[in-house]
């Protein structure tokens, strides 16, 4: 198997990240998205969706969408359990996931894609041009206030994101918060609980993956 991969990549990061906490070794093909390597047409030939992460099966099958290639993953590995366990342990961590994405990691994207020179004419990733929306990234800005914020609180009563267990929600949570950071918005002591839940997941060592 095969991953292409970017190191800077948040969804990519993801996915190593899940690997290794299953401790899954990957064959990594790095992607220059700095320099743009990703729309040039060695890549278009591997995914004409012109995104990492993308991981390729021995049988010649692409998946893309990292949190597809965390199921297959999964799926491949169970153990450490990382989705869940039982109808409710399952749906608690799919809950919780999918307000890290929807939350955490889609005004994060929107703040900084709609913002750095870097992305001007590149607010989405993808084979489609997009002009940045600078209100986009203000109104990121304050959602990401508000995913801390919502953190905190979380955290104030639970080890990790969906509770007692690790899970894909703190990965999530994760790559998320240190993505905010290209926009300047860093975890400090005015949201104590996540500060703690930071510096414990940061510590673990697939986040350095
Ligand atoms: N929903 C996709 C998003 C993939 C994505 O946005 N990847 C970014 C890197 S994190 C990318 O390939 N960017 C290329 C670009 O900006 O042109 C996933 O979860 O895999």
Not at 42 to 52: D, E, G, I, W
Not at 66 to 93: H, M, Q, W
Not at 179 to 199: A, I, M, Q, S
Request: net charge negative.
């Amino acid at each position: 198997m095969k991953l292409y991969d970017f190191e800077r990549a948040p969804n990519a990061r993801r996915v190593r990240m899940f690997a290794a906490e299953k401790r899954i070794d990957l064959e990594m093909i790095t992607v220059d998205l700095g320099a743009k390597e990703q729309m040039g047409d060695a890549y278009k030939a591997v995914n004409p969706r012109l995104q990492v992460p993308a991981l390729l099966l021995d049988d010649g099958t692409l998946i893309t969408e990292s949190v597809a290639i965390c199921r297959y993953l999964d799926e491949t590995n169970p153990e450490p359990v990382l989705f869940g366990t039982g109808a409710l342990g399952k749906a608690n961590v799919e809950m919780w996931h999918r307000r890290m994405e929807l939350e955490g990691m889609q005004p994060t994207a929107d703040a900084v894609r709609n913002s750095i020179e870097f992305f001007a004419n590149r607010a989405l990733a993808g084979p489609t041009n997009f002009d940045q929306i600078p209100d986009l990234a203000e109104r990121g800005l304050k959602r990401i206030d508000l995913f801390h914020g919502l953190l905190d609180e979380r955290l104030a009563d639970n080890r990790y994101v969906a509770g007692d267990d690790f899970s894909i929600a703190d990965i999530a949570g994760l790559i998320a918060i240190d993505f905010g950071k290209v926009v300047k918005k860093r975890v400090d002591d005015e949201t104590p609980n996540l500060k703690r839940w930071y510096d414990e997941v940061s510590a673990r060592p697939s986040a350095k993956s």
